[in-house]
């Protein structure tokens, strides 16, 4: 946060619609300060900011959505940097201070007078959010409480503070999250509602007894982001057209595959946006629901009390459902009554673990499914990942090394870039990141195949045989200048040939 703006108190900038803009931008020649006010706030709040600064303002108007933005970034700055935070902190203090009412939801910018554990605490969820991390990892030493942030899908440390203070913290934590403080023996999970600004936060807590303390996890759902559309998600022109067909078939499976983190949540949730239209009764049953969509009932999973995968479905079926989404087929009941609901005229939506798209058969098969069964009722698997893309602001040209023609063959000539690093993207080459796809159609070969007993390979041929796998996907983001070769080979582990050997159909399909 600038030190202009750190002299105009949060609550009194949100309350009253003002903004103090950074040092770097005067009003006017004459040594006035600029000022930003809220469309429709009064205009009186203008005259404690010039007595406070004594000086002149040049007042401009902002629209409401640019201003909550400017005011969520500007106030969020702050974030970590607050060594004397942790000097401050007693190391004999008492925890009766941090247990009190935490309203549902807390605005962490607003808690400028807390104490020093609860500044802490804020700052590291805010400066989690400003960076856009996905989890916030809190992990304790016997010398040190380390602090990492999980920042498009790769760790980096955010903070190194005394391990004197981890107790104090971790208590804090469950606190908001409403878990027991006394209990340190056994995992723990909950749930904290924030806000930063105008953003809202969900904030999922995960606590594990470790030789150091309890470790700590907070995933962070932002709920702007779960309202992607189909458009938004990037896929290439065949994939989205393969997915959007697939979603709006009467009944059947629409599986989506791939490791934690690598975005298939959000790709179901796009897909049942596309569908909640008010013609149709969506349910879902999850673990845990991560964003709420009006319109669609969700189920959440709780196990304590033999509320399962399977038991939430074979209860929503009798909610009379035309779509249903799984959180994940993870057992051969589920399995069994998703397949048998697919057949009673049911749109299934689920995902599976597997490394490939064509991997999902064979593991819906290991669980016991009848190959027949499965082909007739699976009508489309979607692999994907999610790789960093590179900075715009920084990218450097990069010849053919070695690792470029590994990954894009030895005959591939066009462009490559390298991450040099810039502010804009912290340091770090990448910038946001972009999803890679492959999609496997269970047309009548793929399904007479199925039905066959068919090995993995032998349907790896005939599914690819004309569409991208997750390498081409992949290389084919780093000849559009989206990414690098090392993310290329860092998320996809590729095997299969490069893009120079690959037939020209499938290539085309790549995008290249």
């Known amino acids: 946060m600038s030190t202009v703006a750190a002299r105009l108190p949060y609550a009194f900038a949100k309350r009253h619609g003002v903004l103090l803009l950074d040092a770097d931008t005067p009003g006017d020649a004459d040594g006035s300060t600029g000022v930003a006010l809220r469309e429709g706030s009064e205009p009186t709040a203008l005259l404690e900011v010039r007595r406070v600064l004594g000086r002149p303002l040049s007042v401009r108007s902002m629209k409401r959505a640019a201003f909550d933005r400017m005011l969520s ?69 016997e010398s040190t409480l380390r602090v990492r942030l999980r920042v498009d899908g790769v760790m980096r440390e955010a903070a190194s503070l005394p391990s004197r203070i981890a107790p104090l913290l971790v208590s804090r934590v469950k606190v908001m999250a409403r878990l027991d403080i006394a209990e340190k023996r056994i995992p723990q999970d909950g749930r904290i509602s924030v806000a930063m600004g105008a953003k809202a936060l969900d904030v999922r807590v995960s606590t594990l007894p470790a030789r150091g303390g309890e470790r700590v996890v907070l995933r962070i759902l932002d709920k702007d982001q779960g309202t992607l559309t189909l458009e938004q998600l990037g896929m290439p022109a065949p994939v989205g057209a393969a997915y959007a067909r697939a979603l709006h078939v009467p009944n059947g ?35 845990p629901v991560e964003y709420a969509i009006d319109g669609v009932g969700q189920t959440q999973v709780n196990t304590k009390v033999g509320m399962t995968f399977a038991a939430g479905l074979r209860a929503i079926l009798r909610q009379d459902p035309d779509v249903v989404m799984v959180g994940e087929i993870r057992d051969p009941e589920t399995a069994q009554i998703a397949v048998q609901a697919s057949l009673t005229g049911h749109l299934v939506l689920s995902t599976v673990h597997t490394n490939d798209a064509v991997g999902a058969i064979t593991r819906l098969r290991d669980m016991g499914m009848e190959p027949f069964l499965l082909a007739s009722t699976v009508r489309l698997v979607l692999a994907q990942r999610l790789v960093r893309r590179i900075c715009p602001h920084c990218r450097a040209p990069r010849g053919p090394d070695a690792l470029g023609r590994q990954v894009m063959g030895a005959a591939y000539g066009g462009p490559m870039y390298q991450a040099a690093g810039c502010p804009s993207c912290n340091h770090t080459g990448y910038a946001g990141r972009l999803g890679i796809y492959e999609a496997v159609v269970v047309d009548d070969t793929l399904r007479r195949l199925i039905g066959d007993n068919a090995d993995e390979d032998t349907l790896a041929r005939a599914a690819f045989a004309s569409a991208a796998t997750l390498a081409a996907s992949a290389r084919a983001a780093v000849a559009r200048g989206e990414t690098t070769p090392e993310e290329a080979l860092r998320v996809t582990r590729q095997h299969d040939a490069p893009i120079a050997t690959l037939p020209a159909e499938a290539a085309r399909h790549a995008g290249v």
């Open 73 to 141: 970034e500007v106030y969020a700055d702050a974030g970590l940097g607050g060594a004397g935070t942790v000097d401050a902190l007693d190391a004999h203090g008492s925890l009766d201070s941090l247990v009190e009412d935490i309203p549902a939801t807390a605005d962490l910018l607003e808690n400028q007078d807390d104490a020093p554990i609860i500044r802490l605490i804020n700052g590291i969820i805010a400066e989690g959010a400003r960076l856009g991390a996905s989890d916030i990892h809190i992990e304790p030493f």
């Open 253 to 287: 499976i629409v599986l989506v595959t791939g490791p934690t983190g690598s975005g298939k949540t959000t790709t179901l949730y796009a897909g049942l946006s596309s569908l909640n239209d008010g013609s149709r009764n969506i349910l879902t049953v999850e673990d």
